[in-house]
């Protein structure tokens, strides 16, 4: 009798979750696609609350929102969740999920808490060809605006910090006010422009963005990362080592000589 209660208890859940909505397609240019939101992702949290008041009420909250600000989107996805930051509409169209569906997230999102959106890091990852990632905090990095030369250091970009080493020492061989003068400009410019200098730099290594997350540390960035991929590779490692492919085992060669 116990059983069959709670048969019927889930299956409520599941209906009740039926009104949530999912993403059905994406235009080219688009925040979803900017965002790597994906063509099934169920969007079924909103603001850090649980969210089933339809399409029509999705679309005009997004419309709504402070795009400087932004707003917690909590999307499952093939039984990973993972939080996003919205800044306004998707450019997407949406469907509702079906009971099957609504069955499999009623099991995930159970016991799961949605976080406020304070709480959470926006992080950027981009991945080669080989399955390596990059992951970036978004969050403005006080070194980079007091101390340009060290926060380039420790990004290893070279370049640019060869760049401003040669800017400092003809500045200071002219006159030291205008280094200090070049020194407060370029403490200005990277604080505007150090997440677009790193995330080029990142590029031009041949990565590509892959996901826009927001949790609360990097290394839930890379349990999600790994979830959806158990062979992608970081630099500095949290979560383990990633899988391996299991090498075929060679056939034994036949011989020519019966009975060998």
């Not at 850090?48 to 679309?59: E, K, P, V």
């Not at 406020?116 to 990059?134: A, G, H, M, P, S």
């Not at 990095?141 to 003809?170: C, H, K, V």
């Amino acid at each position: 009798m116990a059983d069959d209660t709670y048969s019927d208890e889930q299956s409520r859940d599941a209906a009740a979750l039926s009104n949530l909505i999912r993403i059905k397609e994406i235009s080219t240019i688009s925040r979803a696609r900017s965002m790597r939101i994906q063509p099934g992702d169920v969007i079924f949290g909103y603001d850090s609350q649980l969210f089933r008041n339809g399409i029509n009420d999705f679309q005009d909250l997004l419309e709504e929102c402070d795009e400087e600000e932004g707003v917690l989107l909590t999307i499952w996805r093939d039984g990973l969740i993972f939080n996003l930051i919205g800044y306004g509409p998707l450019g997407a169209t949406y469907e509702f999920i079906n009971s099957e569906v609504a069955e499999k997230i009623e099991a995930d999102i159970r016991d799961y808490t949605i976080p406020q959106k304070q709480d959470l890091i926006v992080f950027e990852v981009l991945r080669d060809l080989y399955r390596r990632c990059e992951i970036i905090d978004t969050r403005p990095d006080p070194i980079a605006t007091y101390m340009p030369p060290l926060w380039l250091l420790q990004n290893r970009l070279f370049e640019p910090l060869l760049a401003i080493s040669l800017i400092y020492g003809i500045t200071f061989a002219v006159h030291w006010v205008l280094f200090v003068i070049s020194y407060l400009v370029l403490c200005v410019y990277f604080k505007r422009a150090s997440l677009m200098m790193l995330r080029s730099f990142i590029v031009y290594k041949q990565y590509q963005m892959w996901m826009v997350i927001a949790a609360t540390d990097i290394k839930e960035v890379q349990m999600a990362c790994r979830k959806i991929d158990g062979k992608t590779h970081f630099k500095d490692s949290l979560v383990g080592e990633p899988e391996v492919d299991e090498k075929p085992k060679k056939k034994k060669k036949r011989s020519a000589i019966p009975g060998t």
